[in-house]
């Protein structure tokens, strides 16, 4: 009976095709290489500056962030005064372990998205930190790499066919579906 009242709707081909079928690796393959170099290329700014992951780690982080603290005053803040409360209370008081993490985080985005693995997962991450830094009240190339990173994420299945993930997700499978490593 449930059936009949949740109808399953079924997308249109052409979605289905770029979203589940392995040749539609090829389509994924320039945005997920140019999202890897972008992500790659800012951590590697990051972990060579002391300023981020050196002796005075957390320094540029603070600086970021007082400027996102001064977008979030006025009439019209660029930043909403619960992420602005975020940043003041939980991430600037340990602004030093949160650089290190965004460093490092970038670079593991980075390499995955570049060799295919988990890209899913991979940009999922890259979104969830260009979505903070758009939070902070920053545009720069953040909403291109968050709608790039998106439809990476929506493509899970096969943007890292040309990549690791052909070995990978077979292997692993999903939660609701087992892989070979996991199979008795």
Not at 49 to 77: K, M, V, Y
Request: glycine residues 10%.
């Amino acid at each position: 009976m449930a059936r009949d009242v949740f109808p399953e709707i079924h997308e249109p081909a052409p979605i289905r095709w770029l979203l589940a079928h392995p040749r539609a690796g090829w389509v994924w393959l320039l945005p997920r290489l140019w999202l890897g170099w972008q992500w790659l290329q800012a951590a590697l700014g990051k972990l060579g500056d002391p300023a981020w992951t050196g002796p005075q780690a957390g320094a540029a982080l603070q600086g970021f962030i007082q400027g996102a603290l001064q977008r979030a005053e006025g009439p019209h803040p660029e930043v909403t005064g619960w992420y602005a409360r975020f940043l003041r209370d939980v991430v600037l008081p340990s602004a030093a372990s949160w650089a290190k993490l965004v460093a490092y985080g970038e670079l593991l985005v980075g390499i995955a998205l570049l060799v295919g693995m988990l890209t899913g997962i991979a940009a999922f991450f890259g979104s969830f930190m260009n979505f903070s830094f758009m939070l902070a009240g920053t545009s720069s190339s953040n909403p291109v790499m968050f709608a790039v990173a998106t439809a990476l994420v929506l493509a899970w299945r096969v943007a890292g066919w040309i990549g690791l993930d052909r070995w990978l997700l077979p292997l692993l499978g999903t939660p609701w579906e087992p892989g070979r490593a996991f199979r008795r």
